[in-house]
């Protein structure tokens, strides 16, 4: 009787071990059975007593991977040292190979990482600080990041910077989808997002959570780097003034893009300025895309005939020159046309195009500078940078002086 009182004690023990000492008391890795108390009871039924270990270890292995899956949920460091009941602080020490953490120990951690399908976030690299030491650079999936691109330069000035304060940039096309990704990883330390396609709501949630900075465009509460858009159309259109020209035009992609309406702002400021009331006539919207500007033009030709285009960007101002020499018009002899970036695009039209230089290097540099600002404090109120523009002169405006740069020193 004695004997089978011990024999049921010892079922209702086995019944009620933790499962946790169970899976750490058997770890064949280092050849090491000791598996405690339980084994103890059974020593002539040793090997079924570790095979069986192992099957219930498996069977919880499996149950804890299947119930992270279902609830979306990556592995985490919290899991292995449940799984192993070791501290969190024990398993990190482990899984990045520092601090005082025996040789056993440590294989019995990355064990259990690669049975449950951990993969370390590269926020997890730098635990004291929680720096990554990268930087998101995010344009929404209509724009290029290319060499020559305005965004592309734009991000070779951002990465100048970082790279001068030891942090590297991580880009991307498409912010609505990978934004959120990159933060769920955790693998930025904050995110500069350039282009105003990007929705405000997305700006807004990613600004709680990291440090942000917009680019070409502007928020309330949110950091800026702008280009003063305002102050370079009134230089364009103020040029094309003082050539003596009255019915000047404006053409734009779109007048809903922030940049181009305050491009469009500032043009009619400046008509207003030279007394020159506007005609509606002379403003036309294109359609999205390479062919924004000659679409524009022809709307606009349809209905009027002026004497200048002011065109919201290179791209259109192209189209322009394109549409108005289908026309049978000559540039500049009878309409002259002035764009708006300076870019790559601009020497190499024909003939070669008068456009507002807009400092993009300049624009990213800015942008890196106060995003390591808002790293180090991270509550300071929301600024905006605003970089001037240069009216760079060329054949396309009928001017006689070639390659001269008027207002702003950039």
Request: positive net charge; glycine residues 8%.
């Amino acid at each position: 009787m004695k004997r089978e009182a011990e024999d049921s004690h010892t079922k209702k023990r086995w019944r009620t071990t933790d499962r946790r000492l169970i899976i750490s008391s058997i770890y064949l890795g280092n050849r090491s059975y000791g598996c405690g108390n339980v084994c103890a009871k059974f020593p002539s039924d040793f090997l079924l007593q570790v095979l069986t270990f192992l099957a219930i270890r498996i069977i919880l292995l499996m149950k804890m991977r299947k119930r992270l899956s279902k609830m979306g949920k990556k592995v985490t460091i919290h899991n292995i040292a449940e799984a192993l009941g070791l501290s969190p602080s024990t398993v990190s020490r482990a899984l990045n190979n520092k601090g005082r953490v025996s040789k056993q120990t440590r294989e019995k951690v990355l064990e259990m990482a690669r049975q449950l399908g951990y993969r370390p976030s590269m926020a997890g690299r730098s635990l004291v600080t929680q720096r990554t030491t990268n930087l998101g650079f995010l344009v929404s999936k209509h724009q290029l990041l290319s060499d020559g691109s305005f965004y592309g330069e734009v991000m070779e000035g951002a990465e100048a910077i970082a790279s001068k304060h030891g942090y590297r940039l991580f880009f991307s096309r498409d912010a609505v989808e990978n934004a959120p990704q990159l933060i769920a990883e955790g693998r930025v330390d904050g995110m500069i997002l350039a282009g105003c396609e990007i929705p405000a709501q997305l700006i807004l949630n990613i600004r709680r959570k990291l440090p942000v900075v917009v680019v070409d465009n502007h928020l309330e509460g949110v950091d800026s780097v702008v280009i003063d858009n305002l102050g370079g159309a009134k230089k364009a259109v103020t040029h094309l003034v003082q050539l003596g020209h009255r019915k000047i035009g404006f053409i734009a992609e779109t007048l809903k893009n922030l940049s181009f309406s305050e491009r469009f702002v500032g043009y009619k400021q400046a008509l207003e300025v030279h007394g020159i009331i506007l005609d509606k006539r002379l403003v036309a919207e294109g359609i999205a895309g390479a062919n924004c500007g000659y679409v524009a033009m022809q709307r606009l030709l349809v209905h009027a005939r002026p004497t200048a285009v002011f065109a919201a960007n290179d791209e259109a101002a192209a189209g322009a020159i394109r549409a108005i020499k289908e026309s049978g018009l000559r540039i500049p002899q009878d309409i002259a046309v002035v764009g708006f970036d300076d870019g790559a695009l601009a020497p190499h039209t024909e003939p070669p195009l008068t456009s507002v230089r807009v400092f993009r290097t300049v624009m990213g540099e800015w942008a890196v500078k106060r995003l390591l600002e808002l790293l180090t404090d991270y509550d300071s109120p929301p600024i905006q940078i605003k970089v001037s523009t240069q009216l760079v002169v060329r054949e396309s405006c009928g001017a006689k002086v070639k390659n001269r740069c008027k207002g702003g020193d950039g």
